[in-house]
C-alpha cells in the first residue's frame, strides 16, 4: 500500500501542477491507534509555481480526493498550511509529527519542525483540542462506534495535558501522551483495554464505556480550558513575519525561482 500511496503522490504532481514538501499519515495510523479495517489516512502540504500566487483572484488552497477504497487523500497549499501553522494547528502539528512519512523534502520538512516548535502557542493549541473533544463528547450515545469516539475524546485531552506540562508540541502516539499524563493506574489500564478493543476491532457500536474514562473527561475538559484562558493571548506578528519569510523561501527552494516582485517606475 506504501507503494500505490507514493505512487499516487507522484502523479498528484503531474496532474495539479504543484510539488509536495511533505506527505504522512494523519489519522489512527500515526497515533498507534489502527485497527484492521482502518483507511489510510494520507495528508500532505504541496507549494505551487511561483506564478500561481502571484494572482488577484483567489483560489483553492485545498487538494483532495474522492475516496477509494480505504485510501483518502487531503493536502493544503503551502500558504495555508503556514499561515495555520502561525496558530498552532493541532491538525497540522500533527502531520509534522506523525510516525508514518510517505515523502518530504528533508531540508522544508526540517525547517517546518523547527518553526512549529519556535512559535508554538501553547493556549491556542489547547483552546483548539478543547474544542474538538467537547464536539465529539456531544456525539456520545447518539450510534456512532463509542469506542472511538471516547479515544477521539481521550486524545485531545491527553495533548493538551502534554502541553500543559511541556509547554511543547504533543508527540502522534496515543501512547507517550497517556505515558506523560501520569495518570492514576486504575484509569490508565481502562483507557489501555478501550486502547486494544479498538485496535482489534472487535467492538459493537453501543459499548459501555468504563465509568472513570467519562469521569476524567468531565473533569479535564473544564480545568483545560479554564487554564488555556489563565495563558492570554499570544502576539502572533512576529511568527507571521518568519513564516512569511519561510513561505517565499521554500517556493524558491522548490522551482529554483525567486519569489519578487518587481516595482515598476513611471517615468
Known amino acids: 500500500m506504501e507503494t500505490v500511496i507514493k505512487e499516487k503522490l507522484q502523479q498528484m504532481e503531474k496532474d495539479y501542477k504543484m510539488k509536495i514538501?511533505?506527505?504522512?499519515?494523519?489519522?489512527?495510523?500515526?497515533?498507534?491507534?489502527?485497527?484492521?479495517?482502518?483507511?489510510?489516512?494520507?495528508?500532505?502540504?504541496?507549494?505551487?509555481?511561483?506564478?500561481?500566487?502571484?494572482?488577484?483572484?483567489?483560489?483553492?488552497?485545498?487538494?483532495?480526493?474522492?475516496?477509494?477504497?480505504?485510501?483518502?487523500?487531503?493536502?493544503?497549499?503551502?500558504?495555508?498550511?503556514?499561515?495555520?501553522?502561525?496558530?498552532?494547528?493541532?491538525?497540522?502539528?500533527?502531520?509534522?509529527?506523525?510516525?508514518?512519512?510517505?515523502?518530504?523534502?528533508?531540508?522544508?520538512?526540517?525547517l517546518f519542525k523547527e518553526k512549529s516548535s519556535e512559535h508554538f502557542n501553547r493556549a491556542?493549541?489547547?483552546?483548539?483540542?478543547?474544542?474538538?473533544?467537547?464536539?465529539?463528547?456531544?456525539?456520545?450515545?447518539k450510534g456512532h462506534d463509542e469506542v472511538k469516539l471516547v479515544l477521539n475524546i481521550l486524545r485531545p485531552v491527553l495533548a493538551c495535558r502534554w502541553a500543559e506540562k511541556y509547554a511543547s508540541v504533543p508527540p502522534a502516539s496515543f501512547y507517550s501522551l497517556l505515558e506523560a499524563a501520569g495518570t492514576e493506574k486504575l484509569l490508565k489500564n481502562?483507557?489501555?483495554?478501550?486502547?486494544?478493543?479498538?485496535?482489534k476491532g472487535t467492538y459493537e457500536k453501543n459499548v459501555n464505556i468504563p465509568?472513570?474514562?467519562?469521569?476524567?473527561?468531565?473533569?479535564?475538559?473544564?480545568?483545560?480550558?479554564?487554564?488555556?484562558?489563565?495563558?492570554?493571548?499570544?502576539?502572533?506578528?512576529?511568527?507571521?513575519?518568519?513564516?512569511?519569510?519561510?513561505?517565499?523561501?521554500?517556493i524558491a527552494e522548490m522551482w529554483g525561482r525567486s519569489f519578487q516582485v518587481e516595482q515598476r517606475t513611471e517615468n
Open 124 to 141: 491556542a493549541l489547547i483552546h483548539h483540542y478543547v474544542s474538538m473533544a467537547v464536539n465529539n463528547k456531544r456525539q456520545l450515545g
Open 190 to 199: 481502562e483507557i489501555l483495554k478501550l486502547v486494544e478493543v479498538k485496535k
Open 21 to 110: 514538501i511533505f506527505a504522512c499519515e494523519g489519522g489512527s495510523r500515526s497515533r498507534e491507534l489502527s485497527s484492521p479495517d482502518s483507511d489510510y489516512d494520507v495528508r500532505f502540504i504541496y507549494v505551487h509555481p511561483p506564478e500561481w500566487y502571484l494572482s488577484i483572484k483567489a483560489k483553492k488552497d485545498v487538494i483532495e480526493l474522492p475516496v477509494a477504497g480505504k485510501l483518502e487523500f487531503h493536502g493544503w497549499d503551502i500558504r495555508k498550511a503556514l499561515f495555520l501553522l502561525s496558530k498552532s494547528n493541532p491538525q497540522l502539528l500533527e502531520w509534522l509529527n506523525s510516525s508514518v512519512v510517505y515523502c518530504e523534502r528533508t531540508k522544508l520538512s526540517r
Open 211 to 250: 465509568p472513570v474514562i467519562i469521569e476524567h473527561i468531565e473533569m479535564e475538559l473544564p480545568r483545560l480550558k479554564e487554564f488555556a484562558a489563565g495563558l492570554g493571548k499570544a502576539d502572533r506578528r512576529a511568527a507571521e513575519e518568519d513564516l512569511d519569510e519561510l513561505f517565499r523561501y521554500s
